[in-house]
């Protein structure tokens, strides 16, 4: 099996399960329990918010809270933040932003969309252009989990502290945790990850947030992480996020150059009578959306599962239009025709140079009969 | 106080010397029906009583047994001793503290002290006492509180009747098989052939990769919602037709890929019915629904059948009471899911609404008509759901 559906999730990382193993086995306790055994484990908790906070900013002037999911960290810093006036946000955004955005709405807030550039960026001059006195809020995602299109969300942000410094700016970070050489710059306000995107466990993420800002809780319990979170810590994937960031974020630059070399020979493999690049060569490595021109996305998705490998689309076999197209591929200005055809193969720094060579072959080879078999 | 579910049935009285058969089947199916949760089914004089589950468990046991064809009727009533402070303690229960009411009474125990008539003034008067805002009306009440006084010294009282899914218990009026899309309308004629007693098995087609995987299981669990009504366990046949579908694309007219491909779906079903012992085959199509609904339709597909008859229950239905039964059968829900059930890649723009058969003919001379059905056949999976 060829696995390259990498930003839907990662395959765990086994040394991250090894690692924290000891975990789920012996050391089960609840963190909040008085005893040594249960506050050993508060100050380990402790230590992996550091550490995963320093891959990407200062802990001295950010701290982490722990959630379920990545969708439940952009929730938090949505709901939080996103009071009064407006919220601005862009048309790439994942559901988990795009959906609560959409919410706000009865919520008393009225939210912005920004429109997007060819390849799934923002176009950022007219984002700047939504932003104005009654902006409370605005959310731009890092890496565009369909396009691969990078934001420069330190740059976005600081344009948009200048047009309003007291807006809160948050940035979705799920697809560029562990895979871009980035650090959060001072006017970035918020961050959302998730553990399983990187080789962590599903069930984690987490919501790095500026300390001088006051989060509010989504979940009221036992107070859990400063009250912010409430409900017991997982500590097992808490542990395998920790591990596998550690690792992921180890000579982090050159797995980067790496990845934009085997993407780059990728598509050079790829027949360009039948595929059409939408991701641009400037976006994330791990990330290649393209066209199969005149073929529907799902169909070919099927044909080449059979054929052992897994890819993802951006669309779906569905007769309800709303369900069929990517709402975000359509904003890229792709037109409907070709929005059926849209494939996603996306990357892990384990992916082998031998499996994108198969990989490639295998959709040249059914590319090629599909066609022949609709024409 | 015991806790018992009278079972009325529907037309088997009508049966004369095989009733027996009849009330058989309907008793397995009920037993059936209520796999899993603990219960005792006992015949008592022209009905049946369950009993012995949790009293927490009744909604669910009369919700599975109003699925059972063959019930007229349920009540859920209390079993007392035939004493008179037991048995005004059950009636409290089952009766409403307000509104109008009246008692009827059933005596089978003639050596009871009171007659039928005696014994709901009495009755009645007890329940007005110990609820004030009760008021009696014995012409129009808003319910009525029913006593049955058994000869083996028990009373069973209850206020409800709630209808049953009527009909014949299914298995004693053959087995057929149904072709079943995803749509709306095939578990609905199923459910139709069902209630008269007819044993379903469903056959369905698809065109993987054309279709995905979350369309087939959407059919498996519309199979599943039928399943309660169909005696508790169906078979579904799967039958891949994306290469009869390739083939109709590549050699063929493009307004007749539904026309030829209903014909192929046919001689295959009735290949299967045959082979597996199916008495007729069963279809969701109601005339003039679609391009391939028409008379004409149904004449070109129907032409490909040699021996068994295609039930068409719906013909006669209008879309609306189609969608209405389907919603009081529970399967709308699930058709309306927005899976392909043959995905439109290959739908025409203006498919032939009245072919006519020399072209039907012509058309399908280009293709190796047993070759293609040869190799569906072979790729047919059979599932129990």
């Keep these: 099996m060829i696995y390259l559906d990498n930003a839907a999730t990662t395959k765990p990382n086994a040394r991250a399960l090894d690692e924290a193993r000891a975990y789920l086995t012996e050391r089960y306790f609840n963190p909040s329990a008085l005893y040594r055994e249960g506050f050993e484990l508060h100050l380990e908790l402790k230590a992996a918010r550091e550490h995963i906070l320093s891959c990407l900013a200062d802990p001295a002037a950010f701290e982490l809270i722990f959630t379920s999911c990545g969708t439940e960290a952009d929730n938090q810093a949505i709901f939080s933040f996103a009071r009064r006036g407006n919220a601005v946000t862009t048309s790439g955004e994942h559901a988990a932003v795009a959906n609560p955005f959409a919410e706000l709405k009865s919520r008393g807030v009225e939210p912005r969309f920004a429109p997007l550039n060819a390849d799934g960026s923002v176009n950022a001059e007219k984002l700047l252009d939504l932003i104005d006195d009654k902006t409370s809020f605005v959310s731009v995602i890092h890496v ?110 050159e797995k980067y150059e790496r990845m934009q070399e085997l993407r780059r020979r990728f598509f050079e493999r790829l027949d360009g009578s039948l595929f059409v690049k939408i991701s641009s060569d400037s976006s994330s490595p791990y990330i290649l959306s393209l066209v199969a021109r005149g073929l529907r996305g799902e169909i070919l998705l099927h044909r080449v599962n059979d054929r052992g490998l897994l890819i993802g689309t951006g669309s779906a076999c569905s007769s309800n239009a709303k369900k069929r197209y990517s709402r975000v591929i359509l904003a890229c200005g792709v037109s409907e025709r070709d929005a059926d055809g849209v494939i996603r193969l996306s990357f892990s720094d384990e992916t082998t140079e031998e499996e994108l060579g198969e990989a490639a072959k295998i959709l040249n080879e059914e590319a090629r009969s599909l066609s022949e078999d609709m024409q | 106080m015991k806790h018992v579910i009278i079972v009325r049935y529907a037309e088997i009285f009508l049966k004369g010397k095989n009733r027996g058969y009849f009330e058989r089947v309907f008793v397995m199916n009920m037993e059936k029906a209520l796999r899993g949760i603990r219960h005792e089914i006992r015949r008592a004089s022209g009905r049946y009583l369950v009993e012995g589950f949790d009293e927490e468990q009744t909604e669910e046991v009369v919700s599975r047994l109003r699925k059972v064809f063959g019930t007229h009727s349920l009540s859920v009533a209390y079993v007392v001793p035939s004493e008179r402070e037991e048995i005004v303690a059950a009636a409290k229960l089952v009766c409403r ?289």
């Design chain 2, 97 to 385: 503290p307000q509104g109008t009411f009246k008692v009827e009474t059933h005596r089978a125990d003639k050596t009871y002290p009171m007659n039928s008539m005696e014994f709901s003034a009495w009755l009645g008067g007890e329940l007005l006492e110990a609820y004030p805002h009760l008021r009696v009306d014995v012409h129009a009440p808003q319910f009525t509180v029913y006593a049955d006084i058994r000869e083996n010294g028990v009373t069973m009282l209850f206020s409800e009747f709630l209808p049953g899914a009527g009909g014949m218990p299914v298995g004693t009026a053959g087995k057929g098989l149904l072709l079943i899309s995803g749509g709306i309308d095939s578990p609905v004629a199923g459910h139709m052939i069902a209630k008269r007693g007819m044993k379903l098995s469903c056959l369905h087609f698809h065109s993987y990769p054309y279709t995905n995987p979350q369309a087939l299981e959407k059919v498996k669990d519309l199979v599943r919602e039928l399943t309660p009504y169909n005696g508790g366990d169906t078979k579904m046949y799967v039958v891949k037709v994306t290469h009869i579908q390739e083939s109709i694309h590549k050699h063929c007219a493009e307004e007749y890929m539904v026309t030829l491909l209903r014909r192929f779906m046919m001689r295959i079903a009735e290949r299967v019915a045959l082979r597996e012992g199916y008495q007729c085959l069963i279809t969701g199509e109601s005339l003039g629904q679609v391009a391939s609904q028409t008379i004409e339709g149904m004449t070109s597909s129907n032409a490909v059948i040699e021996s068994l008859p295609v039930l068409r229950p719906l013909c006669g239905f209008d879309k609306n009471e189609i969608i209405e039964r389907s919603r009081a059968i529970g399967t709308y829900d699930t058709s309306i899911l927005p899976y392909e059930d043959c995905c439109t890649v290959f739908l025409p723009k203006f498919p032939v609404t009245k072919p006519k058969m020399q072209d039907v003919l012509a058309e399908e001379g280009k293709l190796d008509v047993e070759g293609l059905i040869a190799e569906a056949m072979e790729s047919m999976e059979i599932l129990e759901l």
């Design chain 1, 144 to 253: 565009n989990n369909e396009t691969g299109a990078i934001n420069d969300v330190n740059a976005i942000a600081k344009a948009v502290k200048e047009k309003n410094p007291r807006v809160v700016f948050h940035t979705d970070g799920v697809q560029s945790f562990g895979k871009l050489p980035y650090r959060i710059g001072k006017d970035v306000d918020l961050y959302s990850l998730s553990a399983h995107k990187i080789g962590g466990l599903k069930g984690v993420g987490a919501l790095i947030c500026k300390k001088k800002l006051r989060l509010s809780p989504y979940l009221y319990g036992g107070g859990q992480e400063g009250g912010l979170r409430s409900g017991t810590e997982n500590v097992f994937g808490i542990k395998t996020l920790e591990f596998a960031a550690l690792e992921k974020y180890g000579g982090r630059r």
